[in-house]
């Protein structure tokens, strides 16, 4: 019903910056939270950003706060991760998530995930 499509995704030098995007399609009424989460080899997956569209909260974890920003495209349904000063430890798989309605505001929820795009990031 709803499918996200990551693209962005490169191999940076430390110190670079990189900007994901997610590109929604879809019956999308409206939306009410988005974010990204990412996994290493070997990690367990990270919650990177969460925003509420309804509340404007956005909540970051502290290990990317002050270099990651989210934002969006309304008239694009595009989601965007922009990434400056790039570390190494950022290197993992990205996965965007969008939360909303279908159809209309009497349709049902939707919780869906990308299905993940490669960063690397080199010393």
Known sequence: QVQLVESG???????????????ASGLIAYTYGMGWARQ?????????VNSSSTSG?????????????ISRDNAKNTV?????SLKPDDTGVYYCNLK????????PDFDVW???I???VTS
């Open 9 to 23: 995704g490169d191999l940076v030098q430390s110190g670079g910056s990189l900007r994901l995007s997610c590109a």
């Open 40 to 48: 290493a080899p070997g990690n367990e997956r990270e919650l990177v």
């Open 57 to 69: 909260y956005i909540y970051y974890a502290d290990s990317v706060k002050g270099r990651f920003a």
């Open 80 to 84: 965007y991760l922009q990434m400056n």
């Open 100 to 107: 909303g309605k279908l159809f209309g505001h009497y349709g």
């Open 114 to 116: 990308g299905q993940g």
């Open 118 to 120: 490669q960063v690397t």
